[in-house]
């Protein structure tokens, strides 16, 4: 029992990017990999809860017992299946890399190359973590932030405004840490503020690291 302390228990994951349709044959996307949500999955899994895996497009195929994949490509998709999913869980993590804007309309056809210029109109997509943050009871919510500058004050503003138990602060300033990286280094920032900073580590092991607090407070 030692081993599995988040038996019984169920959480959604949102990873990956998300791909936002332009015509049938292009869209706008970004280098997420999916391999930080991909590794807090397998470890919430490995500690014996029950994980719904929301995922954009994403290379990664790692299938564990416990993880229920649901596969989606926009963030429009990927908040629907959140919606569907969040009422039934007891934690939250939000990895996902989502698009902050979509095409506002898709070209039902490829579109052919004529002028010289071309514009997109993009419009905002939801912001889904916010939208559970709001909830009138959510489950204990994890969120990310990638920050370029004001890192520590950008970050406590994003976990008042989303309302996170738990912010992970991710350094783009590391060699060590962003998209694409197999090695991640993180700041955790709880709800009363604290914050606690971790070395550079690999994306697995940073995934324990978070997972071990946030045991420490449903426990
Ligand atoms: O506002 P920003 O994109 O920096 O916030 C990042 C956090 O919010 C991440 O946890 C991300 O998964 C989540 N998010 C979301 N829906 C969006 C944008 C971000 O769930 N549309």
Do not use: W
Request: charged fraction near 30%; glycine fraction near 6%.
């Amino acid at each position: 029992a030692a081993k599995m302390p988040l038996r019984g228990k169920k959480c959604l994951v949102t990873a990956g990017p998300t791909h936002e349709a332009i015509d049938p044959v292009r869209f706008i996307g970004n280098h997420s990999s999916g391999k930080m949500g991909m590794a807090i999955a397998l470890d919430l899994a490995d500690r014996g809860a029950e994980v719904f895996l929301i995922m954009g497009p994403s290379a990664l195929n790692q299938p564990h017992d416990l993880i229920e994949r649901i596969d989606v490509v926009s963030a429009m998709d990927m908040k629907n299946a959140v919606d569907e999913y969040i009422t039934s869980v007891d934690i939250a993590v939000f990895s996902a890399a989502v698009a902050d804007y979509r095409p506002a309309t898709v070209s039902d056809h490829k579109i052919k190359k004529a002028t010289d210029t071309l514009s997109i109109e993009l419009v905002k997509n939801p912001d889904i973590l916010a939208g559970v943050g709001a909830m009138q009871k959510p489950p204990y919510l994890v969120g990310f932030a990638l920050e370029t500058n004001n890192e520590m004050e950008h970050a406590f503003a994003k976990a008042e405004k989303k309302n996170t138990d738990l912010l992970v602060l991710n350094s783009m300033r590391d060699e060590e840490a962003g998209f694409n990286k197999d090695t991640n280094k993180i700041t955790l920032i709880r709800r009363d503020k604290s914050s606690r900073e971790f070395p550079a580590k690999s994306k697995v092991e940073v995934a324990k690291d978070i997972v071990d607090e946030i045991l420490k407070d449903i426990m």
